[in-house]
């Protein structure tokens, strides 16, 4: 008989458990922690059911008119199952708006997200200020089918809307200096008020090595289904990087700053045991408090094998030959 699968770990736990501590509202998310019934599995009932998300959710109209879509490289995409619509934008980790993955939906109405600029700079011979939607005009948007791997262990597939990074740098013209690019959310507490609280350090930030950055796979997203990107899901610019685990997403990016050395990068700062600047999915490394070898694809009972790199390693494995994975975590 084969030994039984390791719990699932709580939601929550992607927070070290100093900051999480601290958190005003302990008692409240202590419920994320009593078992299966009530924790993540539990959670994930009403997902694979696919009910109707509580009434003060923020799920967009699905009549939005789309945004202009030229469809991505098939090899690009997964043929897997999509996500369904309403749980891709009601279960979310966006603590700028709340600890609990329904807080997004709730309170990320907000979010203004115009007008909104986004400042490219550093090391680039053209530096610029791009208004969104100047920005968006300005690439041809694909629609990507990605895996999405969170380092709690549970997993999405969505069709994002956007497109490659590497085309925005090579507008910018990176110098010879560059080798790591950074990126910071907005900070506006009035608009997240999530910030107000001190679980970590804001603004978020978060970074790649110029070389990932310039990958295929590497996106910048403004839509998913079709639509414009919801608040709570990173609006009105977020990273999508499908072969890390999901916190390298950063959302709602106000900048993009190409530097020499490796910047410091939000959970690496909190918790550099637990959260590496890489941060690729890997199930051979497990977090310090759980298991990676396995996850929970949101809307299915059964857990699967976490692939090496999400299952993106034909395309990405080679920007790591030479490096110990075990401890470039």
Known sequence: MADPLPPEPPASEVTPEKLYLRRRDFIRNVALFTGTAVG???????????????????????????QPVAHGVGALDTDEPRTPYDVVTTYNNFYEFGLDKSDPARHAGTLRTRPWTVVVDGE?????????????????????????????????????????????????????AARYV?????????????QRRGVLDWPYVEGLRLDEAQHPLTLLASGLYGKQLPPQNGAPLRLVVPWKYGFKGIKSIVRITLTREQPPTTWNLAAPREYGFYANV????????????????????????????????????????????????
């Open 40 to 66: 993540v599995g539990g959670g994930l009932y009403w997902l694979g059911a696919r009910q109707a998300p509580p009434s003060d959710v923020l799920v967009p109209d699905a009549g939005e008119v789309p």
């Open 182 to 194: 950074a990126f910071t959310t907005l900070n506006d507490p009035e608009q997240m008020p999530g």
């Open 124 to 176: 680039v011979h053209e530096p610029r200020t791009w208004d969104i939607d100047a920005l968006l005009a300005a690439f041809p948007l694909e629609e990507r089918v990605y895996r999405m791997r969170c380092v709690e262990a549970w997993s999405m597939v969505i069709p994002w809307l956007g497109f490659p990074l590497a085309r925005l740098l090579e507008r910018a013209r990176p110098t010879g």
């Open 282 to 329: 890997n199930p051979a490394v497990d977090h310090p408090r759980w298991s990676q070898a396995h996850e929970r694809r949101l809307g299915e009972f059964r857990r699967r094998p976490t692939l090496p790199f999400n299952g993106y390693a034909e395309q990405v494995a080679s920007l790591y030959q030479g490096m110990d994975l075990s401890r470039d975590f």
